[in-house]
């Protein structure tokens, strides 16, 4: 007998032989164990994902929440600056143009402070992404595919195309897109 062992062989051997079942139900009772214990680790990762989710689209109702509104101010500012042209083709109404001019600036800082971004791609190439073509036309000193004129301004918020820029793109002068 081992004097570091306080059951003696014949406990071993009686505990052995009164349940004949125990390495059976001590197995089932280990993979059961280990089933709850997967079962756990896929609970504790879907949560984890859920919330990431949720944190994101919380994010994005931060950011774009004020969207509708934006797309609705990108027309004022298209009204001002039609005023502002049209005022300084005139003689008169220096006060108007001041004016509209101050307002203008007012509404462009108000807009960088929102996150929105004026999209002005003279002289850029053309991206279907971010600009739309209202027409093409023959250039002999411009690639084809490069904004020539901007009819349009675009705008965007947070980097969300809000609404695309209006332009005239360059075109081969024998009349080919590319």
Same mark, same amino acid.
């Given at each position: 007998m081992n004097d570091n062992n306080p059951l003696s062989e014949a406990d071993t051997a009686d505990a052995n032989s009164a349940a004949p079942g125990v390495p059976t139900a001590l /197995?089932? $009772?280990? $993979?059961k164990?280990?089933?709850?214990?997967?079962?756990? &680790?896929? $609970? +504790? $990762?879907?949560?984890d994902n859920y919330r990431k989710r949720m944190d994101r689209e919380l994010d994005n109702a931060r950011k774009y929440a004020v969207e509708r509104f934006a797309q609705e101010l990108v027309g004022v500012v298209d009204s001002l600056e039609a005023g502002i042209s049209?005022?300084?083709?005139?003689? #008169?109404?220096? /006060? &108007? &143009?001041?004016?509209? #001019?101050? #307002? &203008? *600036?007012?509404l462009l800082r108000a807009f960088d402070k929102a996150g929105i971004k004026v999209i002005d791609p003279e002289g850029q %190439?053309?991206? %279907? !992404?971010?600009?739309? !073509?209202? +027409?093409?036309?023959?250039?002999h000193d411009k690639p084809a595919n490069t904004v020539l004129a901007v009819i349009q301004k675009g705008y965007s918020l947070n980097g969300r195309l809000l609404r695309p820029a209006r332009v005239v +793109?360059? *075109?081969t002068p024998d009349g080919e897109a590319n």
């Open positions: /197995a089932a $009772a280990e $993979a164990a280990s089933e709850n214990w997967n079962s756990y &680790l896929r $609970a +504790v $990762a879907e949560l049209a005022g300084a083709a005139a003689a #008169t109404g220096s /006060a &108007l &143009l001041e004016g509209s #001019t101050a #307002t &203008l *600036k007012q %190439p053309f991206d %279907p !992404a971010w600009h739309e !073509a209202m +027409v093409a036309q023959a250039s +793109v360059s *075109k």
